[in-house]
T-cell receptor, first 111, second 114 residues
Framework: SQKIEQNSEALNIQEGKTATLTCNYT??????LQWYRQDPGRGPVFLLLIRENEKEKRKERLKVTFDTTLKQSLFHITASQPADSATYLC??????????FGGGTRLMVKP | ETGVTQTPRHLVMGMTNKKSLKCEQH?????MYWYKQSAKKPLELMFVYSLEERVENNSVPSRFSPECPNSSHLFLHLHTLQPEDSALYLC?????????????FGEGSRLTVL
């Protein structure tokens, strides 16, 4: 079955370092991947979209890559700050054209 | 402020109650969605409406009944729920249902079923 998966373990890093989160998909080839940020008790907020023909996309301190060979997207936050602490979700449409989300990875940036 | 407003933000109900969740979007979008987010589980798509017409019902139990009276409003009617239905219910909208469109989420309605 088609799956989109993220590391469910929390990622703890020191302020100023680069955080790297992983999103893997299996049994399908999405045309694009989206990344969202979700703070506790709040709805997800869209961050970036990357298409299959784009290797990399940047927005301020954020960078997303899309590797169709590895079936993986990496989400990077450079010069991380405590305010970046949140859960980050990746999403893509499946064969039924429904936007499907991964389980999210919680990021904790320590001062 | 995302332009998508959900009420109530918190709801506690017994298994025999009937209640409704409301979502309103001020973005002029044509597609609206209900998602369920349970603890330690990915967001689950429940319903999709496009131009007020339901285009997806993702095998959701009949105790959840959606209603979309116009393109700005979406309701989720709840009746005879089970404790396992306790979750954060998120409403979202997008300009259209075209693939690749980002979703704009509301803050969610936290539902507790006793």
């Amino acid at each position: 079955s088609q799956k989109i998966e993220q590391n469910s373990e929390a990622l703890n890093i020191q302020e100023g370092k680069t955080a790297t989160l992983t999103c893997n998909y299996t049994n399908y080839s999405p045309a694009y991947l989206q990344w969202y940020r979700q703070d506790p008790g709040r709805g997800p907020v869209f961050l970036l979209l990357i298409r299959e023909n784009e290797k990399e996309k940047r927005k301020e301190r954020l960078k997303v890559t899309f590797d169709t060979t590895l079936k993986q997207s990496l989400f990077h936050i450079t010069a991380s700050q405590p305010a970046d602490s949140a859960t980050y979700l990746c999403a893509s449409t499946n064969a039924g054209n429904m936007l499907t989300f991964g389980g999210g990875t919680r990021l904790m940036v320590k001062p | 402020e995302t332009g998508v407003t959900q009420t109530p933000r918190h709801l506690v109900m017994g298994m025999t109650n009937k209640k409704s969740l409301k979502c309103e979007q001020h973005l002029g979008h044509n597609a609206m969605y209900w998602y369920k987010q349970s603890a330690k589980k990915p967001l689950e798509l429940m319903f999709v409406y496009s131009l007020e017409e339901r285009v997806e019902n993702n095998s959701v139990p009949s105790r959840f009944s959606p209603e979309c009276p116009n393109s700005s409003h979406l309701f989720l009617h709840l009746h005879t729920l089970q404790p396992e239905d306790s979750a954060l219910y998120l409403c979202a909208s997008s300009p259209t249902r075209v693939e690749g469109g980002e979703l704009f989420f509301g803050e969610g309605s936290r539902l507790t079923v006793l």
